[in-house]
């Protein structure tokens, strides 16, 4: 199709990252995750799958609407920027729920919004559809930075809960 991406790679990436990221997920959300200290804006755990399926198809569609103006070739910015986004996200289940590295998973997501806005910034003068369809995923990402900061801040690192996340220094 176009350049060379069909728009069911171009979606099926995201998604399947996600599912990988659900498998990692899947114990520690009914184990460990229900143990932390978390603030009362917390949305219920059965939000999480509708929300992630929607904006991982979101951003695969965005970047396919990308890739068909030119390519790597003429797109190479933009796409490695939603790449790189793409990776840290990928990565952030592992470190959180995985890992249980709630500093190193916050040092993480907060990159990822950074990079998710700059991803959206660069692909304005490309699309502005396709910014667009980036929006709901940082406003997401915005709240779950939010989220990972308080459950990091009120979850102390010698807890064995968080698997002695060494990313807090500790008293001396």
């Not at 790597?72 to 933009?78: R, V």
Request: hydrophobic share 45%; charged share 10%.
């Amino acid at each position: 199709m176009g350049q060379g991406l069909s728009l069911g790679v171009a979606m099926g990436l995201p998604l399947l990252g996600g599912i990988a990221g659900s498998v990692v997920t899947r114990k520690a959300v009914k184990e460990w995750y229900p143990t932390l200290k978390k603030p009362s804006w917390t949305p219920p755990n059965w939000l999480f799958g509708p929300v992630w399926t929607f904006l991982y198809a979101t951003m695969g569609y965005a970047s396919y609407r990308i890739f068909q103006q030119g390519g790597w070739e003429k797109q190479s910015m933009p796409l490695s920027l939603y790449l790189a986004q793409l990776a840290l996200n990928f990565t952030w289940s592992p470190l959180f729920f995985g890992a249980k590295k709630l500093g190193l998973a916050l040092v993480n997501i907060t990159a990822m919004g950074v990079t998710v806005g700059a991803t959206a910034h660069s692909f304005w003068p490309v699309d502005p559809l396709a910014s667009k369809l980036l929006w709901p995923y940082l406003f997401w990402v915005s709240y779950a930075t939010a989220l990972n900061t308080y459950i990091y801040i009120n979850n102390p690192p010698s807890s064995k809960k968080d698997g002695g996340d060494s990313n807090k220094s500790k008293a001396s």
